[in-house]
């Protein structure tokens, strides 16, 4: 408690003890070391009779005494740390450092070394090591003085960071299984002012600060993860960090990443959740401005892509696009637009490829995306205008025209084989789901039973699907329309795919009431858990006051998500470590990670 006092030549309670041990007159050594240890003000000894009087004991007289001195000096060391020439003012805090550290332990007086500390922009070696191998210390150190041990140490900056990546995800996760079901409300309605202002964006900004070896080891982290496990919401957590100090006007990283002025502009789509034509232009600026040698900044730009909210931007962009094209009856090869959004959308799904790869290059444009595929859903939009015309017109009028109930199959191909054509044909789904247009709906379904890498059965696609099939909640009276979606669709990845289960039942919970028994107790049998599975299942008249176990947990039960290791601890020998150049026109390397204790850490290889 009196670390440090022996040192400054103050006596403490050890010297009050042995000065009683060898004293023959105790009291009057009481009174001997209360004079010479006292407030040294020879006013003060004719008035602390006062106190006496009315009880209030020495020690709180003296306490309140130090606390008043102690907030005193607290302002004196911030106002010193603000005025003057640097030079001179960081020499004064210096010399103050160093007289007062040896009381760093006195609980006390540690907020007064810990302010000296803060306010250094460069704390001395020596005294970073005896703060770092010190719990208590560390812990009760300012966030300025963690970022000079942190960037010296990426192990332990790794373990601060690694609690807040998962958090991240679990969030994520959580808010696609959320049992909310809305149109209005999910996964992408938050504005992305709003996400950044999320505990995990906020508290990493604020460790990150202005030190761009920090923000650097951030991105080393989250390109290292998203490499191994290709989640894709450590692309969101890479363009919300950006962002996040862009509006702090944290200049110092702002002007050497060199996606910063992409990202501003991507964002600014993302708020509008449209790629008009002046932002598409800028966009593809940037791009084109790719000079030879710095191909490298393609593969920072691709992960910013990759981010599920750019993804779904340009691809409700994409089918808005293609609808103005058949008003205009224009093919999509003859738009200049559409065409940059694919660029992008194609650049953004590459994301991992590039990464893996590290050949940074733009993935080349399949030619039948554009001459065959997208003309085809065209088609698909002119069929329900068509079908839609037909039944308003009079009865005299109308033709026998029956709504097409079959597929092309080169439109199945396209889909299990081509990613592109995938995602802008899931997108086309969701759109039409949104417009309550159950004939189109029925039309496309069986195929989306096979699809590229499964991306009819991920999360984000079930989770905008089950939201939109909200809208036709009347139709899950119809035993037709109950099973070409259970049926059809959505139970044919069960039990093999468990957070399809889990969507189905996010679905029942809000519907279960319009669909008829004897459907529903089929459903129950066909979603009961398996051995294997972590998802507890309840379908029945009451909407269950409980969710899934699994969906507040971070758990690997299918091997869909596999656990990020620790980011303070060096990945697997096959995984790739990748940092931010120190330029705008610099490139992705390959660094190592140092290796750390085996002892140290929970995932410790």
Known sequence: MFAGLQDLGVANGEDLKETLTNCTEPLKAIEQFQTENGVLLPSLQSALPFLDLHGTPRLEFHQSVFDE????????????????????RYKKLEDLLEKSFSLVKMPSLQPVVMCVMKHLPKVPEKKLKLVMADKEL?????????????????????????????????????????????VLHNFFSPSPKARRQGEVVQKLTQMVGKNVKLYDMVLQFLRTLFLRTRNVHYCTLRA??????????????????????????????IRERFVDSKRARELQGFLDGVKKGQEQVLGDLSMILCDPFAINTLSLSTVRHLQELVGQETLPRDSPDLLLLLRLLA??????????????????MEVELITRFLPMLMSFVVDDHTFNVDQKLPAEEKAPVTYPNTLPESFTKFLQEQRMACEVGLYYVLHIT???NKNALLRLLPGLVETFGDLAFGDIFLHLLMGNLALLADEFALEDFCRSLFDGFLLTA????????????????HLHHRVAPSKLEALRKAL?????????????????????????????????????????????????????????????????????PSSSGPNAH
């Open 347 to 364: 650049l953004g799904q590459g994301a991992w490829d590039m990464i893996d790869s590290q050949v940074f290059k733009e993935p080349k």
């Open 69 to 88: 001195l102690r907030d005193k000096l607290l302002e004196r060391v911030s106002a010193i740390a603000s005025e003057g020439k640097a030079e001179e």
């Open 494 to 509: 069960s039990p093999r795919k468990e957070n399809v289960q889990r969507h189905v039942l996010r679905l029942l919970i």
């Open 240 to 269: 919300e960090l950006l962002m996040s100090l862009h509006e702090l006007d944290v200049g110092d990283i702002c002007s050497v990443d060199p996606c910063h002025k992409f990202t501003w502009c991507l964002d600014a789509c």
């Open 138 to 182: 560390y812990r009760a150190c300012a966030v300025e003085v963690k970022r000079q041990i942190w960037q010296d140490n990426q192990a332990l900056f790794g373990d601060e960071v690694s609690p807040l990546l998962k958090q991240y995800i679990l969030e994520k996760e959580s808010a696609l299984f959320s049992t909310e079901l809305s």
């Open 434 to 436: 949104k417009q309550r």
């Open 528 to 596: 009961e858990p398996t051995g294997q599975s972590g998802v507890a299942v309840w379908v029945g008249p009451v909407a269950p006051s409980y969710w899934p176990a699994s969906s507040s947990t971070w758990k690997v039960s299918s091997g869909q998500h596999p656990s990020p290791f620790f980011p303070g601890e060096c990945p697997p020998a096959r995984w790739r470590v990748y940092s931010l150049p120190r330029s705008r026109a610099g490139g992705w390397k390959e660094e190592s990670c140092p290796r750390r």
